[in-house]
């Protein structure tokens, strides 16, 4: 590395361990950031000589990103962002704090793909799925797929491992090739991962007409535009790899939706030359994900706390949850988007017969789409009465982002 690049990530590495010991989170935005502002190249430098992949899309890429550095750590060395700093910042923070290694596996924001493709220069790039997101502040899902597929266009060399189920996705993955025809679309691998939320997808991104759906296949009524056929699927509890051999997976994540993530990680992995055979049993090595999925014992109840900040992500999260009583928890501060008007978006109805009950700073929100989805609740003040308002057993939790962090702060001081 030239001698700027050099000083700039020992300061941020510094800058970063000065934050933790002063107890103010990971310090890998601040690192990060003091870094890029010594040498704004110095994320292109610190990734020169890796072999890296990014992993994107609106949901399931912090897990995804876990599994898939597990995955490719068969073959030595991984540097990641695993505390979900995903922007330029953190990507430098995380590749500083590493050292060399030889291969890095990095959770991108979305909106950052194309600047984080230019500065990594990856071999490989996952696309997960887009949908709606805060939208207060979050682009319109047409116009992000609009900037992958402009960013794909000049990155004509990477490896795209893609969701053959969003037609979202695939729109964005397949450019066309330019009028001269020397730059060719990018190469695709496709995995089927399943996608539950639907709503974001009925037309088609590249003709205006509607697609249809039939099981699992899709299509544009309008142009050639369909899904294509995957090589890497999800197979009950298992993942069907291109040749056809079949392999068990076994986390200790919960949901069909992470077996989804687990295939994407596979296939990930694979196009490093991992074989599935021989990454399949790492995965189970992932527990939590940044607090997630964590499961506490208190008072003879089980609690599992569970994120999920979109109306897709609640989607996933009422099939994770098991049947029990279940306790729901909205905030509506500043990295939440401050806009709660996408809960009447989320059909609650998955959640009656269950005991349900409400809290946060928009609880009363929440109370008034319970209402009208006629699913009966409870508005509880503290995480201790929830505790006290069910029985013995498993107590699910969903939260959004700053109601996961508070509920996770209360579990901390009551253990
Ligand atoms: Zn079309």
């Given amino acids: 590395m030239p001698l700027r690049a050099k000083v700039a990530s020992s300061v941020s590495r510094t800058a970063a361990a000065l934050s933790r010991a002063a107890g103010r989170g990971d310090g890998s935005v601040i690192g ?10 110095l994320l292109a430098h610190l990734a020169a000589g890796r072999a890296i992949a990014l992993i994107s899309g609106t949901n399931g890429k912090t897990t995804t990103t876990r599994l898939a550095a597990a995955a490719v750590g068969v073959l030595g060395k991984v540097a990641t962002n695993s505390f979900g700093a995903n922007m330029p910042t953190g990507h430098t923070s995380a590749l500083a704090k590493a050292g060399s290694t030889p291969y890095a596996v990095l959770e991108v924001d979305e909106h950052y793909l194309a600047q984080v493709l230019e500065a990594t220069e990856p071999h490989v790039v996952a696309l997960l799925n887009l949908s709606r997101d805060q939208l207060d502040r979050a682009k319109e899902v047409a116009m992000m797929a609009q900037l992958w597929r402009a960013a794909l266009v000049r990155h004509q060399d990477v490896r795209v491992v893609a969701n053959a189920d969003d037609p ?9 090739p330019n009028h001269d025809h020397r730059i060719n679309p990018p190469q695709v691998t496709w995995f089927s991962a399943g996608q539950r939320w639907h709503e974001d997808s009925w037309v088609c991104p590249e003709c205006g007409s509607t697609i249809q759906r039939s099981g699992e296949q899709w299509w544009c009524t309008g142009c050639p535009l369909r899904r294509p056929d995957p090589q890497w699927t999800v197979e009950d509890d298992g993942v069907l790899d291109p040749t056809g051999a079949w392999h068990k997976v076994s986390l200790q ?3 069909k939706v992470n077996v989804g993530n687990a295939a994407t990680a596979l296939a990930v992995a694979a196009e490093f030359g991992v074989r599935p055979v021989d990454a399949v049993s790492r995965l189970s090595s992932v527990t939590s994900v940044a607090g997630r999925y964590a499961q ?20 996933e999260a009422f099939d994770m949850a098991d049947l029990a ?9 500043d990295p939440d988007g401050l806009d709660t008007s996408w809960l009447f978006d989320v059909d609650f109805a998955p959640l009656r017969g269950r005991q349900v009950l409400i809290t946060g700073d928009r609880a009363y929100d929440l109370a008034v789409r319970l209402d009208v989805n006629d699913v009966p609740f409870q508005h509880i003040r503290s995480f201790n009465e929830a505790i006290r308002a069910v029985p013995p057993g498993r107590l699910e939790v969903i939260a959004n ?15």
């Fill in 253 to 255: 994540l919960p949901g």
């Fill in 296 to 315: 506490v014992e208190k008072d003879g109840r089980l609690v599992r706390l569970l994120l999920a900040k979109n109306p897709a992500s609640w989607l």
């Fill in 32 to 41: 990060g950031w003091i870094g890029l502002k010594i040498d704004p190249d």
């Fill in 325 to 333: 009583p279940t306790l729901l928890s909205i905030n509506a501060r």
């Fill in 168 to 176: 979202m996705v695939v729109w964005a993955a397949t450019p066309p």
């Fill in 401 to 415: 982002y700053t109601a996961f962090q508070d509920i996770r702060a209360e579990l901390d001081r009551v253990n």
